[in-house]
């Protein structure tokens, strides 16, 4: 069971900072119409994040071309998620 947790933290992680990103530049990846901002992503990086389980390897938004994406889930510079990941499997 443990492992299955440790299985899905990963890309649950991802998918949730995809959506901070999203939502920061106001619309989503590939997409191909009109942009409002001329801001975009600027790729990913790989971070390894601390679970009650174990370390996870994820892939993180690098953050966006002007700097002034922060993220709120994972904050930069934070590797131990063990506080919110019940929070976030719950959902």
């Given at each position: 069971?443990?492992?299955?947790?440790?299985?899905?933290?990963g890309?649950?992680?991802?998918?949730?900072?995809?959506?901070?990103?999203?939502?920061?530049?106001?619309?989503?990846?590939?997409?191909?119409?009109?942009k409002?901002t001329?801001?975009r992503?600027?790729?990913?990086?790989?971070?390894t994040?601390?679970?009650?389980?174990?370390?996870?390897?994820?892939?993180?938004p690098?953050?966006d071309?002007?700097g002034?994406?922060?993220?709120?889930l994972i904050?930069?510079r934070?590797?131990?998620?063990?506080a919110?990941?019940?929070?976030?499997?719950?959902?």
């Open positions: 069971m443990q492992n299955a947790l440790k299985d899905i933290a890309p649950m992680f991802e998918a949730m900072l995809k959506g901070e990103m999203d939502n920061h530049l106001g619309y989503e990846s590939n997409d191909k119409n009109e409002e001329d801001n992503r600027n790729g990913y990086g790989k971070k994040l601390k679970t009650s389980d174990g370390e996870v390897d994820v892939k993180v690098r953050g071309r002007d002034s994406f922060d993220p709120q904050p930069k934070k590797k131990d998620v063990s919110i990941e019940n929070k976030a499997i719950s959902m």
